[in-house]
């Protein structure tokens, strides 16, 4: 048996007021000219970060130079306009960087830590730049160095803080403002201490060499200091506004006191816009209310596989996805046809849908039956994974979007109630190349469930993936390949009937009114029924030793696994739990393990399934939703059963055996109780239990399977 993997995240899309990022107006500073006044540099954060950008004093030839991923700042031209010194916050250590005009060969210029407004002197000699004396500190220090790193030489009195540095139009000194390091007054209002302080400053001039230091007045250095902000022939003045709806970069013509904007205060084109072009346009893929995808495929089962690390093949015959986006409704619809040996006769169609928050179910030509919460939620997060509906929701009012780069990759963030989806971007087209969230797995804890989006074609204008590869970290759950794809044609009816809206949702995992079942089926030897969460029955099985009492199996979760083991210890009081056996490794009948370590009990499970206990069951953390062994750190002990292992004590021997030829597991152990004649498997093929008792020559009268009540042997 299995159940679905299930996550308890709904999707609450059109809810939280906060506002996308994309809409914050972008910011420009720092204009600066290049010599020949046909260039201006200048800052802005209209893609990111801010980045250094360049664009003609006739508003031509926009172009950014450094990546919107890293703060970059201030630039200012070499006098022989070759290149551009600017301050660089790249790797988490903001120091000067040169690079050519058009933005090639950045380089660190050395010994310029935390540096920032670089200027070059007029000879192109000297650089001339701030810095503070560590991170966030008030302390400003002026310095001097040559383009090469050397020459590093601080300028004026190192116990004050030394401010506003600037080149005098020839040259030969530098200008600054000198500001007292002074403590705020008790009882000072910061106003004043401001007041205070701006009386104390004054303005110097100094050599670049540290000698003729002399105060000047603010009038003598606004006339001897240079002005960036206008043209080396004086005939033009750059300014920026950061303002709503004039942001820009603007230059005035000094003689006609004419102004023109030269880079536009548009809106700055973001990754989103950037993806819903290129999948055909924004306006194009907001229209789209519903879709329907088909194909064929495969789906893949690694909780259910011959042995740990393998995988189970289904060819899908045929799969259909409807999505009703506007009336939140979803259905898929699938024929498998397994590749592995199965109960299930081939081929089988499942159907699953969605309708709001009720999750629906058919199974072949079964009843609809209602699904657990999390499972619906699980299926209303499908329409984020495709990337219409994820644009869709990231352009929805409301939405909480946030872009940022890792390298060369744009990603854009959707929060989503208490989930996020993470897009990644193609750098070269634009397109999706992933949609990735993490999730809670109750065997595997923290997973990236994801999907890979290729083989893009253009279905009447809108650019759709025909490839959907899913998987859950390294394992592949499905490989869609789509012959059709349709936009806006009647999906029928993906609604849940009225009975099934009526229903309840199965119990999930992890709620409380955890009642347990006790049925004595032998001396000293209990069935314990724990809470059903996935529709199907499991039973634990406590076997009463001399010492403690054994346990078999601990299925499901940690919820039921805990419960169970509580209602144990209380049928023999005083009695300790000893250890858990585990008959084999598919996740329903192992998603207790965790919680049995977690409550200190050494695991007997077959040798070939050791390497997963230990390396995947035990070592995977549980951060999202934290189990019991995530609270409660314990060492693993485990051991390993090869072809036979047999307790005894003084009041029963229990023996554990290999079962050969299974094609349900190859790894599977079945418990024999000699005394009581008692054969105890999970999910075993009856003419391979049949097999086994034959070959290992046991004497059964009852066979205990942990899905059913117990019944006499040998099985109908
Ligand atoms: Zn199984």
Known sequence: MRHLTSTACLLALSAGAAESQASRPPAYYNPAWAPDASTIAFESNREGKFAIYTVGRDGSGLRRLTTPDADAEQPSWSPDGHRIVFSWDKNGLRQLYLMNRDGTDPR???????????????????????????PRSPHYRILVVRPDGSGLRELG?????????????????????????????????PKDFVKRRDAQQRTFSIAPD????????????HRLASDPELSSDGKWRAFTSGHADSAGVFVTDVMLHQTRRVVAAAQPPTALDDVAKAMGGKEHVLAVRTLIVEGTGER??????????????????????????????LLQDETRESRYVTPMPPPLRVRGGVDGDVGYLVVGDGPMTRTSAAVAADRSAEFVYHPIGFVRAAYSPGARVTETIDGSTRRIRLDAGTTSFTM??????????????????????????????????????LIVPMRIVQ????????????????????????????????????????????????????RGVWLLSGPQFNGGVYYTVAVEQSESILLVEAPENDARTLAVIAKARELRPGKPIG???????????????????????????????????????YRR??????????????????????????????????????????????????????????????????????????????RVGTLVGLHEVPGPWPPR
């Not at 370590?597 to 050791?610: R, V």
């Not at 004590?649 to 024999?672: C, F, M």
């Open 108 to 134: 660190p210029i050395p010994n310029t830590p935390l540096g920032f407004y670089a200027t070059f002197s007029p000879d192109g000699k000297t650089i001339l730049f701030g810095a503070q004396d560590k």
């Open 157 to 189: 009195d190192s116990a004050k803080s030394n401010e506003g540095p600037r080149w005098s139009r020839d040259g030969k000194h530098v200008i600054y403002t000198e500001v007292p390091l002074l403590e705020r007054l008790p009882n000072e209002a």
């Open 210 to 221: 540290n000698t003729e230091k002399q105060p000047i007045s603010q009038d003598e250095a």
């Open 300 to 329: 893949l089962f690694f909780d259910q596989a011959l042995s740990p690390y393998a995988k189970t093949n289904n060819t899908l015959t045929a799969f259909r996805r409807s999505y009703d986006f506007a009336n939140r409704r």
């Open 424 to 461: 990644d971007l193609d750098s070269r087209t634009s397109l999706p190349t992933r949609i990735s969230r993490v999730v809670d797995h109750v065997m595997l804890g923290d997973v990236t469930l994801e999907v890979e989006l290729s083989e893009w074609r253009d279905v009447a204008g």
């Open 471 to 522: 998987r859950e970290d390294r394992w592949v759950l499905s490989d869609l390949r789509l012959t059709s794809v349709r936009a806006n044609e009647d999906p029928g009816n993906l609604a849940a009937t009225d009975s099934v809206r009526a229903s309840n949702p199965v119990v999930q995992a992890g709620e409380p009114a955890l009642a347990v079942n006790v049925q004595e089926i032998a």
């Open 579 to 617: 250890q858990l056996v585990n008959t084999h490794h598919h996740f329903d009948h192992a998603g207790g393990v965790r919680a049995a370590i977690s409550e200190g009990l050494p695991i007997l499970t077959h040798d070939a399934n050791a390497d997963f206990m230990e390396n995947v069951v």
């Open 621 to 698: 953390r549980h951060t999202i939703r934290p189990d019991a062994l995530e609270r409660n750190p314990k060492p693993l002990k485990l051991i390993a059963v090869r072809d036979k292992l047999v307790l005894r004590d003084s009041i029963r021997t229990v023996e554990l055996y290999e079962a050969t030829g299974s094609q349900h597991s190859a790894s599977i152990l079945l418990v024999y109780l000699p005394a009581e004649r008692m054969l105890i498997h999970a999910d075993l093929e009856t003419p391979v239990l049949v097999e086994n008792v034959e070959r290992l020559g046991l």
